[in-house]
């Protein structure tokens, strides 16, 4: 996916950029950084927030995502989970080795407890849904961005101790073969078939064959159960 990069100044675009800042610094205003594949969702949410925030950055990929925090430090992170190139997650863990204390907001479209729980465990300070109203990423931000926490109510009304499973204590992940969770973290990771298949140097029928075998392995129904799958389990 390309996108049209729009700058303070007449500079090269970082790599993964959406576009830059655009609004002057406002004392005690929250600076953020947002990560989504969509750019017309990045769009939505740079307008959105813009009025209330400094918005610094707009990245399309998770590696995007770490480099931009390590460059742009910001005081939270507005990100999806599935991105290409690095998951959410993933981008979260090795921005928090360099950045301990800032913030994550993840916005998904995955309303599932034992996700929003692992989400946690990597240290988000929030997790909302993209069906939920705006008034609802308003208030999660400005929770988080206060100190706290935005905790769900999926995660409310689970037992405390689904909520402290680790995805390590789950066994599915050792029936796949090596090759399987090779094809698994490449494809969750964002990754075509056509782009697993070069990475691994095999064709895009095998790559397909492991897909479906694993589906059917775990019982998952859909790409998106897949994603879920890996993230879970810090496959990717």
């Not at 990100?79 to 301990?100: F, K, T």
Request: glycine share 6%; aromatic share 4%.
């Amino acid at each position: 996916m390309t996108s049209t990069s729009i700058h303070t100044r007449a500079e090269p675009a970082p790599s993964g950029a959406h576009w830059g800042a655009r609004a002057l610094p406002r004392p005690g205003h929250a600076r953020l950084l947002l990560a989504d594949d969509h750019d017309l969702l990045l769009e939505a949410f740079r307008r959105l927030l813009e009025p209330e925030f400094i918005v610094l950055r707009g990245v399309t990929d998770g590696e995007a995502l770490v480099a931009a925090a390590l460059e742009l430090r910001p005081d939270a992170i507005l990100c999806d989970i599935a991105m290409p190139r690095l998951s959410g997650l993933e981008a979260a863990r090795r921005i928090r080795e360099h950045l301990p204390d800032i913030r994550f907001i993840f916005l998904t479209m995955h309303n599932d407890p034992e996700l929003a729980a692992e989400a946690f465990r990597t240290g988000a300070s929030a997790y909302v849904l993209k069906s939920s109203p705006a008034k609802e990423l308003l208030l999660a931000i400005r929770t988080v961005v206060s100190g706290e926490r935005y905790l769900p109510a999926m995660l409310e009304n689970e037992p405390t101790a689904r909520q402290n499973r680790r995805a390590d204590d789950v066994s599915e992940a050792q029936v796949l073969s090596p090759r399987g969770q090779e094809v698994l973290r490449l494809l969750a990771g964002g990754r075509t078939m056509k782009e697993t298949a070069a990475k691994l140097g095999i064709t895009p029928r095998t790559v397909a064959f492991h897909k479906y075998r694993i589906m059917q392995q775990l019982s998952l129904r859909s790409s998106a159960e897949l994603v879920q799958f890996a993230v879970r389990r810090r496959i990717v």
